[in-house]
């Protein structure tokens, strides 16, 4: 069964760090590029950063870059987000998905979505 579990979120001050972990099974995970996906209340889900299938390529949207590092472990089928230097306006529910291929334009291949994980950041 298809499952994305995201965890790490939380409450953080501005400037404050965080990891965000997507745990995956069912999937073919050493096949698909990865992406984490955000959505902020009244806004549309979008992509922030992307992994290539093998993670010798990353790629960042320009409002993380430089801030966010996602990486993956492929023995342990699972993607992470380092979030550094945090602001207000990265306050979203934050998910992981599998694209249909690598880059932050990547759709996602599958409809399900796990529940995501709430990061808060406050001034």
């Known amino acids: 069964q298809l499952q994305f579990v995201e965890s790490g979120g939380g409450l953080v001050q501005s400037g404050g760090s965080l990891r965000l972990s997507c745990d995956t099974s069912?999937?073919?995970?050493?096949?698909?590029?990865l992406n984490w996906h955000r959505q902020a209340p009244d806004n549309e889900r979008e992509s922030v950063a992307s992994?290539?299938?093998?993670?010798?390529?990353?790629a960042y949207a320009e409002s993380v870059k430089g801030r966010f590092i996602i990486s993956r472990d492929n023995v342990k089928e699972s993607v992470y987000l380092q979030i550094n230097n945090l602001r207000p306006d990265d306050t979203a529910v934050y998910y992981c998905?599998?694209?249909?291929?690598?880059?932050?334009?990547?759709?996602?291949?599958?409809?399900?979505w796990g529940r995501g994980t709430q990061v808060t950041v406050s001034p």
């Open positions: 069912g999937l073919h995970f050493g096949y698909y590029p």
């Open positions: 998905n599998a694209v249909q291929r690598f880059g932050v334009d990547g759709v996602a291949v599958f409809p399900y």
């Open positions: 992994i290539s299938n093998l993670g010798q390529r990353t």
